[in-house]
């Protein structure tokens, strides 16, 4: 393998449950080459789908879930929080009224890849059709936003990307910085090829929903 695009090619063949294994592989490795580590730590239990949401309906910590593993979520920070908060009441007042509804993090998504059940709690979403909402999840959004941390960048710029652009309704994909004012835009019908916005005078356009945003507005007070 020469190439990233080679190393993604091999990752896509293995199973969701081996990419999660190969994860907490990498963030064994010595400090001097590895990745940073997820921010959340497995538990080494494996439940089913149903036993999963009854224990996350009652847990104060909440846990993203790959193939019957669970993995806690840590606490973010101050400006992940006001960049997710300040993201969602753009999209929120935008659509207000419309048949398209904007979700904040404590609303899970749920995936099923190669017959393999997944939860992940994204920080932004927004689903413009009623078919596979339930009461704790959805299943088919059209937008995603996640506000990136250095523990999580393995996670979301890679692991996560290949899964939400195998959802069927999905057609942007956005990861926010939470140290700069950086974007990172994915769209559908750019073959979800990463297109970096910087700058306080950029703009992110998120035409699946006919929304233009500053990333002075998306950073307010934030940085």
């Not at 990419?19 to 963030?27: H, I, K, N, P, V």
């Not at 999209?91 to 997944?118: N, P, W």
Request: some cysteine.
């Amino acid at each position: 393998m020469e190439t990233w695009r080679d190393i993604e090619a091999a990752v896509r063949q293995l199973s969701v449950g081996d990419r999660a294994r190969l994860m907490e592989r990498l963030g064994d490795l010595p400090d001097e080459v590895r990745e940073s580590a997820p921010a959340y730590q497995t538990e080494q239990t494996s439940l089913s789908v149903e036993d999963y949401l009854r224990y996350e309906e009652g847990s104060e910590v909440r846990h993203e879930y790959v193939s019957g593993i669970l993995y806690a979520m840590s606490g973010v920070s101050e400006p992940h929080h006001l960049i997710a908060g300040n993201l969602f009441a753009a999209v929120h007042t935008h659509l207000r009224g419309g048949a398209c509804r904007t979700y904040m993090s404590a609303f899970k998504l749920r995936l099923q890849i190669d017959q393999e059940d997944l939860f992940y709690y994204p920080d932004v979403m927004v689903a413009c059709e009623r078919e596979g909402v339930e009461k704790y999840y959805l299943r088919y959004p059209k937008l995603i936003v996640e506000v990136l941390s250095p523990s999580t960048a393995p996670i979301d710029g890679r692991e996560k990307r290949i899964h939400y652009a195998r959802i069927r309704t999905m057609e942007e994909y956005v990861i926010a910085s939470q140290e700069d004012h950086e974007v990172f835009y994915h769209c559908k019908t750019e073959r979800w090829t990463p297109r970096r916005l910087a700058g306080p005078g950029a703009v992110l356009e998120l035409r699946s929903i006919g929304l233009a945003v500053p990333l002075t507005e998306i950073y307010d007070r934030a940085l």
